[in-house]
C-alpha cells in the first residue's frame, strides 16, 4: 500500500520560512517524479514544484526564486524548502507521486497522493 505522508506545515508570518517534508512508502521512491501541489478552498489544485529522480526540478512562476525541492532517496523523503512566504501561499499542500518517464504539472498525471498539510501565512 501507497502512502504518502506530509508534515511541517503551520503558520508563518509573510517573509518566514517553512520546510514540507513528505516521507513515501510503499513505492520505488528513487524511481518516481515527487511533486508538490497547493490548494485553497474553491480554486483547482495547482502545481508548485516537481523532481525527477535525476533531480531534474520544475518550478511554478509564482514561487521560483523563493521555493527549493530536494530529494533524499536513502529516505524516501521529498522536501520543499520555502523562504520568502507571502499571504497568497497560504493553501493546503500536497505531495504526489507519478511514475511518467516526463515531467508533468498537471496533476492528473501524479497516482498517489498524500492528505495534505496546511500553510497559513498571516500578512
Known amino acids: 500500500q501507497v502512502q504518502l505522508v506530509e508534515s511541517g506545515g503551520g503558520l508563518v508570518q509573510a517573509g518566514g520560512s517553512l520546510r514540507l517534508s513528505c516521507g513515501a512508502s510503499?513505492?520505488?521512491?528513487?524511481?518516481?517524479?515527487m511533486g508538490w501541489f497547493r490548494q485553497v478552498p474553491g480554486k483547482e489544485r495547482e502545481f508548485v514544484a516537481s523532481?525527477?529522480?535525476?533531480?531534474?526540478?520544475d518550478f511554478a512562476n509564482a514561487v521560483k526564486g523563493r521555493f527549493a525541492i530536494s530529494r533524499d532517496n536513502a529516505k524516501n523523503t521529498v522536501y520543499l524548502q520555502m523562504n520568502s512566504l507571502k499571504p497568497e501561499d497560504t493553501a493546503v499542500y500536497y505531495c504526489?507521486?507519478?511514475?511518467?518517464?516526463?515531467?508533468?504539472?498537471?496533476?492528473?498525471?501524479?497516482?498517489?497522493w498524500g492528505q495534505g498539510t496546511q500553510v497559513t501565512v498571516s500578512s
Open positions: 504526489a507521486s507519478a511514475s511518467t518517464g516526463v515531467m508533468f504539472r498537471a496533476a492528473d498525471k501524479y497516482d498517489h
Open positions: 510503499g513505492l520505488t521512491f528513487s524511481t518516481r517524479i
Open positions: 523532481i525527477s529522480w535525476r533531480d531534474s526540478i
